[in-house]
Each structure stands twice: as structure tokens, then as C-alpha cells.
């Protein structure tokens, strides 16, 4: 059965592609020039757009028409349900960092670990200061936060460089970014306000890790 003028699938489909690109209700509505309401309804699955509105939303997000109407519903080779995230190159302060020009390519997760995948984004591990549980050229799983438990592997942002990633800890006036690799690395301590000055900023956990043997 086709999936065109499926509200629901449209739906997940524009929300998905909203997520990724840091796009909200108002940032289609000012940029299409279109009611506020019309999206509303779209991500909401009450109503299904005309294909001019489709193509309109495909050009925007520099996708196909396809990738707004059909199932992106997979398998992997054991049948477990699978959807993609980006694999990002870096990730910055100051700038969109999940635009599409940031992206390596897109990886397959495990649909039930991260469901639709908009809160998701994957990393690549450079150099060795979480090794050995953490390796290069390992990949990562990462849910986009705000904040973590003590014992998140933390991905942080210190003062606008690419992102590092560290076991965090935290008490009443600090946070610690540790290293596994505590040869070659010191700790990183950080008073609340430090990480507001310099700043310090966290971006995510780390859920999930992929690695190829």
C-alpha cells in the first residue's frame, strides 16, 4: 500500500526533518511564508499538504519529495527496526552544529533504543583520552542535553572549541570532566560560574557505542 497522503507518516517525517535541521513551527511559517496554523496542523497530522506544499518543504530541506511522504521504516539483518541519525564531524558552540554541511553521513541505530532518532546525533571518537573503553575512529551514540547524572559519559563544549567527551561528575559548586586515560590526562574542574564565563557547555550523553572489528 503507498504511503502518499498518509497524514501520520507525513507528519513524522516533517517533524524528523524540522529536529535535525534546528527548525521550529515559526522558522517555516516566516521562511515559506506560510500560516502558522497550516504547519501546526501538518506536524500535528490533521491535515495533509498538496504536492506543491510538498515539493515546497523538500526544497527546503534540500531532500527529496520521497523523503516527506514514504515509511522510513528498515530492518537491520536481524530484523530489529532501524533509523538514521546523523554521523556529525564536529560539534561547536556558536553555530548550527547539526546543520546538514556538518554532517559525515548518516548511521543506523536501533529504533528501539532511540526511537525516531530527532533527539540523537552521532560522534566520532578522536584521540585517546577515554581509552581504552573508548578508542578512535570509535562511533557514539549521543542524546542531545542539557544536563547528566554522575557517571554520563558527557559530551561538553569548554569555550567554543569541538566538543570533548569525559565521565562527568558533579557536587554543589562544581562539575568534573574525567578522563579514563588519567596517564596522559589530567581532569577537567569547573565551578558553576566558570561555566558560564569561559563557557562550558554540555550537548549530550552518550547512550550507544558502535564499533567495527
Known amino acids: 500500500m503507498s504511503d502518499l497522503g498518509n497524514k501520520e507518516i507525513f507528519a ?9 535541521n534546528g527548525k521550529d513551527r515559526n522558522d517555516l511559517a516566516r521562511d515559506l511564508n506560510l500560516p502558522y496554523t497550516t504547519i501546526t496542523s ?12 510538498i515539493q515546497l518543504l523538500a526544497n527546503y530541506f534540500d531532500i527529496q519529495k520521497s523523503d516527506l511522504v ?26 548550527d552544529y547539526m546543520a546538514q554541511e556538518n554532517w559525515e553521513g548518516m548511521i543506523e541505530v ?11 546525533f552521532a560522534l566520532k571518537i578522536k ?26 559519559l558527557v559530551v561538553a563544549i569548554i569555550n567554543g572549541d569541538e566538543a570533548t567527551i569525559k565521565k562527568g561528575r558533579k557536587n554543589d559548586t562544581s562539575i568534573v570532566l574525567q578522563p579514563f586515560n588519567t596517564v596522559d590526562y589530567e581532569p577537567l574542574i ?10 562550558v557547555t554540555i550537548v549530550g550523553i552518550v547512550k550507544q557505542l558502535k564499533r567495527e572489528f
Open 12 to 20: 513524522k517525517n516533517l517533524n524528523y526533518y524540522m529536529s535535525i
Open 42 to 53: 501538518w506536524c500535528k497530522a490533521e491535515f495533509y499538504p498538496r504536492i506543491d506544499k
Open 70 to 95: 514514504e515509511s522510513k521504516e528498515k530492518l537491520d539483518k536481524l530484523g530489529n527496526p532501524v533509523t538514521e541519525i546523523p554521523l556529525l564531524g564536529t560539534v561547536k558552540a556558536g553555530y
Open 110 to 120: 536501533d529504533k528501539n533504543i532511540i526511537k525516531d532518532g530527532s533527539d540523537y
Open 127 to 152: 584521540g585517546n583520552s577515554m581509552s581504552p573503553v573508548l578508542i578512535e575512529d570509535d562511533i557514539v551514540i549521543i542524546k542531545k542535553q542539557e544536563d547528566f547524572e554522575n557517571g554520563d
Open 190 to 199: 569547573f565551578t558553576y560560574n566558570e561555566m558560564k564565563t569561559i563557557p
